[in-house]
């Protein structure tokens, strides 16, 4: 081989095709056809990036994943600077065992990026998810390998408001609402080429959040549909 | 019977020496404050020519960087049961001579040891890393042993004949004796021990007080000595008089580094465990501060406790310079072995309970908690936050009912809604909390507004709409 080519290779500095087999630890989301777009599922460890609106199912998207994590293993789940109250009695109902959940609620921003490290580096917590609308490329960098050392998965949840800097994390998605689910477009994933955007439709498991029009043969007791101002 | 006494002439200062670790610093006397005399010096102190009971004016003569710190009897006191604690883990049988001094009964652990001296050598290495200036010496009785230590004996022997000789030699100076009857001895041409214990008890009672008498007859081992001895404390506590006074909170991370090593000792021979400190900080001008840091699991690595009390240091605002710190343990519990599966590969160092704590440690207690369920169907109050121990227990004694479809987010309060939304779903009437002060006359939906957010809204009985969450 070419030396300078080798001394590259050995720096770790050049992108080989066949290192995408190393992505095959994945977890199923849930949803199929986010499954086939990540070839697998999100991530065993490291930190995700969701660009998404409060409010339009981005949590929905991540709870399945977060409950079979939850019930392979006896780690905790830490939720990290949610912008309103979390209802336990959504996350009761979903399945999630409220004694291994904890809340966070960070005075600054500054305090919720240390929280969230020390959750991952502790290796008691296989998921956090984080409410931060900024950060900075290091310290996505201290959190990747806090989340590598303690084997957890941090998803990071945030509205961009201008077009983004790329942040070195595994996994990227932009999320738009759609009346029947989510628009979905990846725009990052570690050791994988970008996919067209495409469609999660999330009518299985919420039939009621669903705002396509119902089949003709269900019959709507009169006053089903109320406008208001 | 074979006692030991130890005799501890500088302990205040001792104490203060210690926290300086070979660093140097200005000559230190301390001062009577009574009789404003010098009680205790340093060697740095002796060296320029101050003795003991030398007024302070002539000292501060003498030297010029001359520190002085005032006798506290306390101080005294708590480096006496430190020893004290110390020496229990080779001697069982320790009383306290106030206030310098400790007695031993050692004829007892000459089994265990062997001989004398290597049983004194086992002391000698315990006392060695406390840093102590202190005389000693073996007696038949425990009166014999205090006068010898005291005059700087040093010697340790087991022959009884040449611990009757040499206390036989004592001038009566030397002795407790009162001195109104040291003259009547005096004047009658009694000058040292020997020539008292020749007299018999019954002459002497004739014409000296009782008091005489039960001091030679313990002092001879004739009579009997009652001795109350030490148990070792259940709960930690050690107050430090800082050699310097601080004002900036970082610099506490050492003193309080050394009374941690202290505390992992304690708890170490115990075999226990702790689950809260608590530090005072006594500051020059204003009121002590009090702190209380927790650790959910029970730790007693000083490594441990420095991390969290360095965080709580942080946030700590000092309104004047700290001159001494005190720590206590809380409650102390059995330590029980982690039943952690060997096998199975675990990454990462904390437990669940030491993140709990070092983050309640940086966040307050209050930031840190867990979701719970009340059984109630007002949704507000169905949901809330407890802290991690109190959630447990709410979460664990009830099964409550769940709800279908139930947003992510709360607002807490709901807020009057003002944007344009289409119903899809609905309603569902909760009429409740008539029992109590708050009721609620609710109709709910879930809606979704242009933007593709999903609310969840309600209708009062008034016809006003509120948005009370948001399906996330």
Redesign the interface.
């Given at each position: 081989m070419n030396p300078i080519l080798e001394h590259l290779k050995n720096k770790n500095l050049i992108w080989q095709a066949n290192h995408t087999s190393q992505m095959a630890c994945a977890n199923s989301t849930g949803f199929r056809e986010l499954d086939t777009h990540l070839q697998g599922g999100f991530p065993q460890s490291g930190v995700m990036d969701i660009d998404s609106p409060i409010g339009i199912g981005e949590l929905r998207l991540l709870l399945p994943d977060l409950l079979t994590r939850q019930q392979n293993g006896d780690r905790l789940l830490v939720f990290i600077a949610p912008p309103m109250h979390i209802n336990s009695e959504m996350l009761a109902e979903f399945g999630f065992e409220l004694q291994r959940v904890l809340v966070l609620q960070a005075a600054s921003s500054k305090q919720a990026l240390w929280c969230a490290e020390q959750c991952l580096a502790s290796g008691c917590c296989y998921g956090v998810v984080l409410w931060q609308q900024d950060i900075a490329v290091n310290q996505v960098k201290r959190l990747q390998l806090a989340a590598d050392k303690g084997d957890a998965l941090l998803t990071l949840l945030r509205q961009q408001k201008q077009v983004h800097m790329a942040l070195p994390v595994s996994l990227a998605l932009r999320l738009r609402a759609l009346p029947q689910g989510l628009h979905i477009e990846v725009t990052k994933r570690k050791g994988g080429w970008p996919s067209a955007a495409f469609t999660v439709n999330m009518g299985d498991s919420w039939p009621e959040l669903n705002s396509l029009p119902m089949a003709d043969n269900i019959l709507h007791f009169p006053a089903r549909h109320y406008q208001t101002a | 019977m074979l006692w030991l006494y130890l005799h501890f002439p500088n302990l205040q200062l001792d104490a203060l020496l210690s926290q300086a670790q070979g660093e140097e610093i200005a000559p230190l006397v301390i001062l009577d404050q009574h009789s404003h005399n010098i009680v205790q010096l340093s060697a740095k102190a002796a060296a320029t020519g101050i003795t003991l009971n030398m007024g302070l004016g002539t000292a501060a003569a003498l030297a010029q960087d001359l520190q002085v710190v005032p006798y506290v009897p306390r101080i005294t006191e708590d480096k006496l049961h430190e020893i004290a604690e110390v020496l229990y883990l080779s001697t069982s049988d320790i009383s306290f001579f106030a206030p310098q001094g400790l007695l031993l009964r050692i004829h007892n652990m000459l089994r265990l040891y062997g001989d004398l001296s290597s049983y004194w050598q086992v002391l000698k290495n315990q006392l060695a890393p406390l840093k102590l200036t202190y005389h000693y010496a073996t007696g038949h009785s425990p009166l014999a042993a205090n006068i010898l230590a005291k005059k700087g004996w040093n010697t340790i022997s087991d022959d009884l004949e040449l611990l009757r000789r040499t206390i036989a030699q004592c001038q009566l100076s030397e002795t407790d004796i009162a001195p109104k009857t040291q003259q009547q001895l005096m004047r009658v041409g009694v000058r040292n021990v020997q020539d008292l214990l020749r007299i018999s008890f019954a002459d002497m009672a004739k014409r000296f007080d009782i008091s005489l008498v039960n001091y030679l007859g313990r002092l001879s081992g004739e009579f009997k000595h009652p001795i109350e001895f030490y148990h070792p404390p259940e709960v930690f506590k050690r107050y430090m008089e800082l050699l310097f006074d601080v004002d900036n909170s970082q610099f506490l991370q050492g003193p309080l580094g050394h009374v941690l090593k202290v505390l992992e000792q304690f708890l170490k021979l115990r075999d226990r465990l702790t689950q809260s400190l608590i530090i005072q900080f006594y500051q020059r001008d204003h009121e002590h501060i009090e702190w209380t840091v927790g650790s959910q699991q029970g730790e007693y690595l000083a490594s441990r406790w420095h991390a969290l009390i360095a965080i709580k240091l942080e946030q700590l605002k000092l309104d004047s310079a700290v001159y001494a710190i005190s720590l206590t343990t809380g409650k102390t519990q059995i330590r029980s072995p982690d039943k952690g599966d060997l096998f199975s590969a675990?990454?990462?160092?904390?437990?669940?309970l030491?993140?709990?704590s070092?983050?309640q440690a940086?966040?307050g207690e209050q930031?840190?908690?867990?979701?719970?369920?009340n059984n109630d169907f007002r949704?507000e109050h169905?949901?809330?936050?407890h802290s991690?121990a109190v959630?447990?227990e709410l979460?664990?004694d009830m099964s409550p009912m769940?709800?279908?479809?139930?947003?992510?987010?709360?607002?807490?309060p709901p807020q009057p809604?003002r944007e344009?939304?289409?119903?899809?779903?609905?309603p569902e009437r909760l009429n409740t909390g008539w029992w109590d002060s708050r009721p609620v006359i609710r109709d709910y939906?879930?809606?979704?507004n242009e933007?593709?957010?999903?609310?969840w809204v309600f209708k009062g009985p008034d016809g006003d709409?509120h948005l009370h969450?948001?399906?996330?």
């Open positions: - | 675990k990454k990462g160092s904390l437990s669940r030491q993140l709990v070092l983050l940086k966040l930031a840190v908690v867990s979701p719970a369920i949704p169905a949901a809330s936050y991690p959630a447990k979460n664990h769940l709800q279908a479809m139930r947003p992510s987010f709360l607002l807490s809604l344009k939304v289409t119903v899809l779903y609905g939906y879930i809606a979704h933007q593709g957010q999903w609310y709409w969450g948001v399906f996330s």
